[in-house]
């Protein structure tokens, strides 16, 4: 498959200030591209790079194998979705979908025939004569995605375009443009703050963080082996727990952790350190488990908090003598579990992760779960 | 709560006494007085109700006819003529570049001073025989211009006056190109619009509410121009530049004619009273109120 988007150490800098260090990254023709990170962390900057909005300070962006590193914004072949959806107010559904035909100098009669079949797609074809005040959020959405599709671009470039929804909204969308990009197969770059969005959206995420890449993978991949800390905190929510351990013995197979109430022993490979090291375990909130009444527990604690979602249960256990930050747990809606409760705790240990003093993750998991693709709707 | 109702008449005693003294009172009195044949230097009892014998005056009165066609050759040149100065400034001090700031003040000056009188007396001496222009134009080795004594040119002076005071306007059009969303822009260089496109296509329908704006106003502040001709020109010559403010003037303060002088004043406050009316209607077919708002976002 040929590159779509390709960039090359992109750097940028505003006032001496570096916001982009270095970003070299593929994406794949047909791929949904999910950029995710903290505000700040410069994923608007470098999709505005990619859009010509920006111009980088140095490095190089090819799109569709043409090096487009200063070329003018429409002569990229991209299409942008704004977090503000960027519709002209005093035009109509219809006239901001034609805009970039109608600049083109296309045939009207062409014109009106792609806002038709793209107005249907998008079930806008009763609001065409409407202005955008006139229109809920999510179908000003839908306008602005109309806008980007009806041009037929190499990529489309998305720039949080949800965050501006209310969430049951939002979750509806998602799923719009999940399948949309199911239908069209079209080349995407998305912007998100949001960790669901790149979860459920992306065939590859790139995890940002103060403008440098943390990690690129699928979403299964970044959450079952996060590179580092950071990516093992970014993704999945409720966020991992990590508990702050010392290495006790490592083995060919195994690495032996002393925590506050005994030892642990992990199912890990290729883990180089020292014993006395200190690490950082980080565990899933799934794969911790209350133990049963005379069941053998890893850990023991008390519940300081329950959150009840109906369908599911998030309990806070304050780990004995492991300091003030309880862990949570995901739970099933029905646990039977109340406040003040001495709990013991399973631990999955070969869904265990391991990172070192850097942040850095630490050897392999023990025959590590088969990577599982992004699935479409 | 009577306490409060007392202290809150207090405050807005002062407004409501100037207004009734320096703006109703004298609105209803000239009405009256156009209804009468009032002299200055008579007492008011003397003078005679006439009726409409004003109004039906002026349809006899050259000298008022040609104020009034004077008038609205400087409304229809000056209004659009500064508008379109004011806008051109207005989107030239939007560039984002260094050092902006200093021009958008020094742009500004002008307005501040423009429609005094020291301007006007600046202006005076600017257009005058042996003046500023017409000493660069004798070092640039042409002739020099009668630019007062000449009925062409002398209007001229006064029009270009009137531009030169484009800062208010200029501040207001510069306020509402700062309104509209960079990212219209933005999206607008995507799709491939050249800046002259989306200038017509973006900028000028989302300046229309900033234009009707302006244009009400520099409809209202045109008919009323009076430094200029009284200064510059004294209406002169031939009434070639004697707007309808200044005729006001001359028929109530050198000839006397209070009740004259009042019926014109009520001439020209219905002439501005329908210009406005008319725009007001017109702006449903020109004017776009339409920015855009967020209402996920909650307050506005």
Redesign the interface.
């Known amino acids: 498959m040929t590159n779509s988007v390709k960039l090359t150490d992109v750097k940028k800098s505003f006032n001496g200030h570096e916001v982009i260090k270095g970003v070299s990254l593929e994406v794949k023709k047909g791929e949904l591209v999910v950029f995710v990170g903290p505000s700040g962390c410069g994923k608007s900057t470098l999709l505005r790079l990619i859009?010509?909005?920006d111009t980088p300070t140095s490095g190089e962006i090819h799109i569709s194998n043409k090096d487009v590193t200063y070329a003018?914004?429409?002569k990229r072949g991209?299409?942008?979705v704004?977090q503000?959806?960027?519709?002209?107010?005093?035009m109509t559904v219809a006239d901001n979908i034609a805009?970039?035909l109608k600049?083109?100098g296309l045939p009207r009669a062409e014109v009106d025939a792609k806002v038709a079949e793209v107005a249907e797609i998008l079930q806008l074809t009763p609001l065409l004569k409407r202005?955008?005040?006139a229109l809920?959020?999510g179908q000003r959405q839908r306008v602005a995605i109309g806008?980007a599709i009806v041009?037929q671009p190499d990529v489309f470039l998305f720039d949080e375009p949800l965050s501006?929804?209310?969430a049951s909204?939002r979750g509806q969308m998602r799923v719009e443009i999940a399948r949309l990009h199911a239908k069209l197969g079209a080349t995407s770059v998305y912007v998100t703050h949001d960790q669901v969005e790149a979860m459920t959206l992306a065939d590859k995420i790139v995890v940002l963080n103060a403008g440098h890449i943390e990690q690129v993978g699928s979403p299964m991949e970044l959450y079952r082996r996060p590179a580092n800390l950071f990516v093992a905190r970014f993704i999945g929510s409720p966020n991992m727990n990590i508990l702050s351990v010392k290495v006790a013995g490592a083995a060919a197979t195994t690495v032996t952790l002393e925590t506050p109430q005994g030892l642990l022993e992990i199912p890990r490979t290729g883990v180089v350190a020292t014993n006395g090291d200190t690490v950082s375990l980080g565990l899933r909130p799934e794969n911790l488990h209350v133990a049963a009444d005379g069941e053998a527990s890893h850990l023991k604690g008390h519940v300081v908090l329950i959150e009840r979602l109906g369908g599911e249960t998030f309990a806070y256990v304050a780990l004995k003598d492991f300091g003030n930050d309880p862990v949570i747990i995901k739970l099933s809606g029905e646990a039977d579990l109340h406040n003040h409760q001495e709990v013991g705790l399973r631990v999955d240990l070969d869904r265990a992760h391991l990172f070192d003093a850097q942040g850095l993750a630490l050897g392999q998991p023990l025959g590590a779960a088969p990577d599982v693709g992004a699935g479409h709707v | 709560m009577y306490n409060n109702k007392l202290i809150g008449s207090m405050y807005v005693t002062p407004f409501i006494i100037g207004f009734l003294l320096f703006t109703a009172f004298p609105f209803i009195a000239s009405f009256v007085l156009s209804l009468t044949d009032a002299r200055l230097q008579d007492q008011l009892g003397a003078a005679n109700f006439t009726g409409l014998a004003n109004y039906g005056e002026m349809a006899g009165d050259a000298t008022f006819q040609k104020s009034l066609g004077v008038t609205f050759f400087y409304v229809f040149v000056t209004v659009p003529l500064k508008l379109a100065f004011a806008l051109l400034i207005a989107v030239i001090l939007n560039f984002k570049l260094r050092g902006i700031g200093f021009f958008r003040t020094a742009f500004y000056l002008p307005s501040i001073l423009g429609g005094s009188v020291a301007i006007a007396v600046v202006w005076r001496f600017v257009f005058a025989g042996d003046g500023l222009i017409n000493q660069a134009f004798g070092v640039l080795g042409f002739g020099g211009i009668n630019w007062l004594g000449e009925p062409d040119t002398a209007m001229f002076s006064i029009v270009l006056l009137r531009l030169w005071q484009f800062g208010s306007a200029m501040v207001v059009f510069l306020a509402g190109l700062k309104a509209i969303?960079e990212?219209?822009y933005?999206?607008?260089?995507?799709?491939?619009?050249s800046r002259f496109?989306q200038f017509w296509?973006?900028t000028l329908?989302?300046l229309t509410p900033v234009l009707f704006f302006n244009f009400i106003m520099q409809i209202v502040q045109a008919f009323q121009e009076f430094n200029g001709p009284y200064i510059i020109t004294a209406g002169g010559p031939l009434k070639s530049s004697y707007l309808l403010p200044l005729m006001i003037y001359e028929e109530a303060f050198k000839y006397f004619n209070l009740g004259y002088s009042s019926a014109l004043s009520w001439v020209l406050f219905v002439i501005i009273a329908i210009f406005t009316a008319v725009a007001f209607w017109s702006q449903k077919h020109w004017v776009?109120y339409?920015?855009?708002?967020?209402?996920?976002?909650g307050g506005h």
């Open positions: 859009a010509g909005l003018h914004p429409s991209v299409a942008m704004f503000s959806y960027a519709l002209y107010p005093h805009f970039a600049i083109q202005r955008p005040k809920s959020g806008r041009r501006n929804l209310d909204l | 969303p990212d219209l933005e999206a607008a260089d995507i799709d491939g619009a496109k296509m973006i329908p989302l776009f339409a920015q855009e708002r967020d209402d996920n976002k």
